[in-house]
């Protein structure tokens, strides 16, 4: 093109790109998800499942600015030359496009790109044949040689905006093929051609659709696909805030609103839809305390926020403009016939898949277009002007739909033959059940869901809560009454016909909601909450649950389905289990079969379960080696346990050859699986070359002391591991010495737990020695080993030159107070130390008053545990003198300590004094009356304890309620166990 051309060009995309750009609301459209393909659940469901069966959660991805959309992603890359955007309807993919444009156009992004041709599907569906130079032109009409934008021309973006607003599907198969820029074809298979490079094989394309529309492109042509991505929590108060500017308690109490629903808040994160809900809370609440009495409940169900909505249209009363001064009834009995000639194009629209109109089907449907000019006609219709003719199109594709519903609402009274028949030509239908039976089999049939959210919305018009808001207005008061019973029947009979849980099962649970019919719902609700789910999981209630599982609370955390599954149930629920991040089915008795399910379920595309528990079943080698095949693919995963099954050995080969490859998993509990010495070498392998697993637990699985030396090999070079569980193993002297070896070299392990293990001072001594010199480890568990008294000055060494531990576990071993008071003369000088364990090692008063010494100076211990040692009154009196000066300890724990009521009232002093500890356990021992009421009496003065347990003293009944009620007196906050 000419300079004075091309600058006409980039002036026209700014004038044409710029308008309605609203800056704050762009920033999510800035990063786009680099997807790889479309999932199962986009190519076949509607979008507003896609949005609340996912949650309205992004799928695991990397994302891409929009400057790098059409850069190549690595040096030895090319540009792409067919890319994809999709999202779902509403989500801003034409802005995304507009928004693109203005930037390039001002010379802010892209500027690699020459030429940037925009197009719309919406103007392509005004042509019947068209040749590649004329689509270009029609792309560029500022320029006058239509040569001059050929094929070979340097790099140019042809943009085609919304696929799924075609109006004939893409037929890749049999597309005739056309290499002459000038013939003129049929406009799709010039769009074929285009895609396939067999015309403007030198420009790239970029194409936004629907996810489901997208899916008409094969994969194969497609170079790059992204996502837009909904809004998050701090942009959707943004939004909100701009569409109420200068009102922020308005769009504080919308948000709040919105919040408070989770159905409604994972749908708000489409902004089309965020806005038509905003507009629908915002009206209520203006109204809702004066006018309209009756719907004192905010509305939560897709119907009730439609309702208010067209109530809002009808009415003229919009929030950013004063009520028009035309009467309220006159601009209703205005409106009504639009609304209804409106709802029938809608209707016969969706039956089509037709979301853009023209004049011509206006006229066809009897709309008068000099009534579109209405305030009405702007909020449901929109209108826009192209250089052939001018294109209609709804809102958002809910608007569509609720004006199909109320269409069919009222047509079904009357009609005799089948309304999905636009000739009328049909067997005789007779009554408004009759036709609303026909609705709900026509969307159980309806391929991709087409009908479902139109179904969602018939339903919920016979609800009373709807019906109250619009009687007068677009239904009759009280009409619905007749229908509703028998409507409710019928959407039941949908539920549990099929052995698996379908989309339309789950589509018929949320038209049950729509009609306030929750009973099924909230008893399996109840049965979640309560954990008493076991033997009542009919089909019915399967249904129900699958559609808990999207919307209940109880779900929010970790959708736990332990103790209550059985094999048909857990495969009936297939399909709605991948989208459950953190998925517990513990103690189902599942066997290997389930696992071979499951294993398609991680598997799948779309999965994102992130966690997942299978503690406690029957899962053998063969169930083990299932996962571990989906392990291979899967990308969503990454803790998964396995805890007390009978994997053995080969099911652990079988996990770990998957490690070698899978990076995704995080976290990997065998514990009490009998993987044995070989299970450990095989794990011991993966080690070397996995470097994404932070956390292993092998408890109880006899793994040996060979088998522990394994995994000290493997640490030697694995340096991502963080925590190993090793405890009830049989390690010995000899594996700790292999680990201490370990330890040496590697400073990223953070925990080890090596408890119950038959550990000698021998093993002691080298993971201390190694600990010298150590600086990643920050908690070593050594609880219930033979650690004897020789083994304390070794861990005294430690603790002396050692600044990273944190957490030491040294409780039931054999130190006796030799041991102890070498470990408390380490204490003075150690400053990283901030858990001591020393439970039940027959310590007595020398250990306990070295240990106050310690206390005295040492300002990093925050607990100390020295339950089960009979350190007496002279302990504690010790200990209490220590508390007075100490000002970081906060748990301390003396159950069984052989404390009498001399060491309580020495405590109760202490307590006076110290500000710091937070929990003390003085459980079973010999207070008495006397030290009980010191210890409340002294809690007035104490600000800092939040638990005391005192139960086990010689207090009595009696006295056990007045120590309590003084406690409560003196330290409200404080929880007392007596």
Known sequence: MEEPLVQKHLESLQSSCGNGLETGALQRLTNLLLVEGLSDIQQKEHDILQVETTKGLPRASKSIPLEKLFLPLSKVSIPPRIS????????????????????????????????????????????????????????????????????????????LDGLDEFKTPLDFSNAAVCTDPKKEIQVDNLITNIIRGNLLQEASVWVTSRPAAAGQIPGGLVDRMTEIQGLGAAEMKDFLDQMFPGNGDLSGQVLQHIRANRSLHVLCTIPGFCRISGS?????????????????????????????????????????????ALRIEQAVNTSKKLVGSLGRL?????????????????????????????????????????????????PHLTTQEFLAALYYYTAAKRAIFDLFTESGVSWPKL????????????ALQAEHGQLDIFIRFL????????????????????????????????????????????????????????????????????????????????PVNCSALAYLLQVSDVCLEETNLSNCLTYNVCKSLLSQLLFCHSLRLDNNQFKDDVMELLGSVLSGKDCQIQRLSLAENQISNKGAKALARSLLVNRSLMVLDLRS??????????????LKKNQILLSLNLQHNSIKEDGAAFLAEALLSNHGLLTLH?????????????????????????????????????????????????HSLQSLDLQSNS?????????????????????????????????GPAIARALRSNSTLRKLDLAANLLYDDGGQAIALAIRENRALTSLHLQWNFIQAKTAMALAQALQSNSSLASLDLQENAIGDEGMAALSAALKVNTTLADLHLQVASVGTAGAQALAEALMVNKSLQILDLQENSLGMDGAICIATALQGNHGLTYVNLQGNLIGHSGARMIADAIRTNAPDCVVDV
């Open 698 to 746: 092998l408890q109880k699985n006899a793994v040996g002391a060979q088998g522990a030396r394994k995994i000290a090999e493997a640490l030697k070079q694995n340096h991502s591991l963080r925590e190993l569980m090793l405890s009830s193993n049989s390690v010995g002297d000899n594996g700790s010495i292999a680990l201490a070896e370990a330890l040496r070299v590697n």
């Open 431 to 442: 009554g408004f059940l009759s036709h609303f039976r026909s609705a709900v089999h026509r």
């Open 459 to 538: 339903s919920g018009l016979l609800s009373p809560r709807v019906n109250r808001l619009l009687s007068g207005w677009l239904l009759l008061k009280g009409e619905h009454g007749a229908f509703r019973e028998q409507a409710v029947g019928t959407l039941r009979g949908c539920l549990g016909a099929e052995p698996a849980v379908s989309w339309r099962a789950v589509n018929a649970m949320r038209c049950l909601q729509e009609l306030q019919h929750a009973d099924t719902a909230q008893a399996v609700e109840e049965a979640m909450r309560s954990g008493s789910l076991a033997g009542m999981l009919t």
């Open 645 to 658: 099954n009978s994997i053995g050995p080969s099911g652990a080969k079988a996990l770990a050859d998957a």
């Open 280 to 324: 629908s809370i915002a009206y209520f609440l203006k109204h809702g305390g004066d006018r309209y009495r009756e719907a004192t409940v905010v509305p939560r169900t897709l119907s009730e926020i439609y309702s208010y909505y067209f109530k809002m249209a009808l009415s003229g009363d919009w929030l950013e403009k004063p009520r028009e």
């Open 346 to 394: 809608a209707f016969y629209g969706l039956l089509r898949r037709k979301h853009v109109f023209y004049e011509q089907d206006m006229k066809a449907h009897g709309i008068d277009l000099s009534l579109l000019h209405s305030c009405l006609s702007t909020r449901l219709l929109l209108k826009e002007d192209m250089p052939a003719s001018t294109a209609y199109y709804f």
């Open 84 to 159: 994809v955007t999709v999202g779902v309807a509403g989500i801003g993919k034409s802005t995304l496009v507009k928004l693109f444009v203005c930037s390039w156009a001002k010379g802010e992004i892209s500027r690699d790109i020459l030429s940037v041709l925009p197009l719309t599907f919406r103007e392509l569906n005004t042509h019947e044949k068209l040749s590649a130079e004329r689509l270009l032109c029609s792309a560029c009409p500022h320029t006058a040689e239509p040569g001059s934008l050929s094929a070979g021309a340097a790099r140019t973006l042809l943009i």
């Open 759 to 791: 550990i000698s001072s021998a093993g002691v001594t080298a993971l201390t020695a190694a600990l010298c010199s150590n600086q990643g480890l920050l908690s070593l568990n050594l609880r219930e080993n033979s650690i004897s008294r020789e083994g």
